[in-house]
């Protein structure tokens, strides 16, 4: 099938042209057609398969054929996202569609002086990428009307599940008009993103492309074990005997990132990290550096998984495995993406082997396990099914006979409870969710 073949208008098929493609992916050969005929949907796709253009270019199109004739044009079309870096993806795809077509586009995120955005609303815009929390700043504001909405896109709404934006999304569904178009995109399908469907799509048309949660087919995966003291030295090795010009690799935690890029930088391998505490500016200008080969290594946590889109991204390691079984195929879909090869290594030490037999649990086979000569082999059990570790917990050490005596000895301090595992974030949206349904789209009365 081709693109023409999909009843996109001339202007988008040249769009298409210019960015190198010329088939569409399956999940754009079977959503385009269903949006066209304005039913709702609830679509599952893997990461990397062009759920972006299977929403954009028919919402583009059809936005198109009626341009409204007042001046300071209010939203048309909202699409939700996680986070600031899918934001700014998903924003440059529907800018490069829509300026063929005189559409006007924003977005609007925390993390940055909130008046610039005001500005650009106040312009006027037919198509807005937004994250939630910001825009409820700004319909609570008054500087964003929302009544115009014909077209609601909840893109990665398993990853705002995850991050417990539930009750945010509801929120935004109430500024919204009765009458809109549902389209829900997902790089997994699991059970409460078919609740959260039922609550705000209308009887919607159901495709699932991939087997639930499947890592890409590009994309090498091989698990090497490792002792964690070692992880460090096992990176370096493997980006100075690779060559690697390029590798993005993931840690679960800020700290983790920041201290992970100084030992990097010691090593004379030129990094860099990205997360959540780092000013959006910081960000942008950070990747921006990564994209055009300035940087060797980007270190990033989770909350990148999803909004990083890096053309020919040829390696991504998990320096350290994800808690959650599902972020780890977020996290290696960032390279094999568009039909392109790649690898994605696993550094694993035996105080992981829990997260391991998880994610292999989820992906329904074992990752491929390689060894490197320089460091000792370490046994990592594969299939056990025990629970995985508190985050941040530290294996237990052998106690140690204090030099003073019995008798004068000074009271250890008391070690601190640990703290209670906290709830899963889909159980505690779950939870949160209204006990009855408060009818089509999350309207409250």
């Known amino acids: 099938m081709s693109f023409e073949s999909l009843g996109l208008c001339a202007e988008l098929l040249s769009a298409i042209a210019a960015q190198g493609y010329t088939t569409p992916t399956p999940i754009q050969t079977q959503a385009i057609p269903v949006i066209f005929e304005g039913c709702d949907l609830l679509a599952g796709a893997q990461t990397g398969t062009g759920k972006t253009a299977a929403f954009a270019l028919p919402i583009v199109q059809r936005l198109s054929e009626k341009v409204p004739p007042q001046?300071?044009?209010?939203?048309?079309a909202l699409v939700l996202v996680p986070t600031r870096e899918l934001a700014a993806q998903v924003s440059e795809q529907m800018q490069n569609y829509g300026r063929r077509l005189s559409l006007r586009s924003t977005m609007v995120y925390g993390g940055v002086n909130i008046q610039a955005q005001i500005e650009r609303l106040h312009r006027g815009v037919d198509i807005l990428v937004a994250t939630p929390g910001r825009l409820l700043d700004h319909a609570e504001r008054g500087t964003v009307d929302l009544s115009h909405i014909e077209f609601l896109v909840l893109d990665e709404a398993d990853r705002m599940l995850d991050l417990g934006f539930i009750d945010d999304i509801l929120r935004v569904a109430e500024y919204?008009?009765?009458?809109?178009?549902?389209?829900?995109?997902?790089?997994?399908?699991?059970?409460s993103i078919r609740q959260l469907a039922d609550e705000l799509l209308d009887q919607p048309r159901r495709i699932e492309v991939a087997r639930r949660n499947l890592a890409a087919d590009a994309v090498t995966q091989a698990v090497y074990p490792v002792e964690r003291r070692r992880k460090r030295e096992m990176l370096s090795h493997l980006i100075r005997k690779g060559e690697w010009s390029q590798v993005l690799v993931f840690t679960r935690t800020r700290y983790g990132a920041d201290k992970l890029t100084e030992e990097l930088l010691f090593d004379s391998i030129k990094a860099a990290a990205i997360h959540s505490n780092k000013s959006q500016s910081v960000r942008t200008r950070t990747l921006a550096e990564f994209k055009r080969g300035e940087l060797r290594v980007l270190v990033a946590t989770d909350v990148a998984a999803r909004g990083l889109d890096i053309e020919r991204l040829p390696y991504v390691v998990n320096y350290e495995l994800s808690q959650v079984p599902e972020d780890y195929v977020h996290r290696i879909g960032r390279t094999g993406r568009a039909g392109e090869g790649g690898v994605a290594l696993s550094l694993v030490c035996p105080q992981e082997q829990p997260l391991l037999a998880a994610i292999e649990k989820l992906l329904n086979y074992a990752i491929p396990q390689k060894t490197i000569a320089e460091f000792p082999q370490v046994a990592v059990k594969r299939g056990v099914k025990a629970k995985p570790a508190a985050p941040g917990k530290r294996p237990a050490k052998a106690k140690k006979k204090s030099p003073v005596p019995a008798a004068k000895a000074v009271p250890a301090a008391k070690p601190a409870v640990p703290a209670k595992p906290a709830p899963s974030r889909r159980k505690t949206a779950a939870a949160q969710r209204p006990a009855a349904k408060t009818g089509r789209r999350g309207a409250r009365s």
Do not use: C, D, N, V
Request: charged share 25%; no cysteine.
């Open 176 to 191: 919204l008009p009765e009458q809109h178009q549902g389209l829900l995109f997902s790089a997994t399908y699991s059970p």
């Open 71 to 76: 001046k300071r044009r209010a939203p048309r």
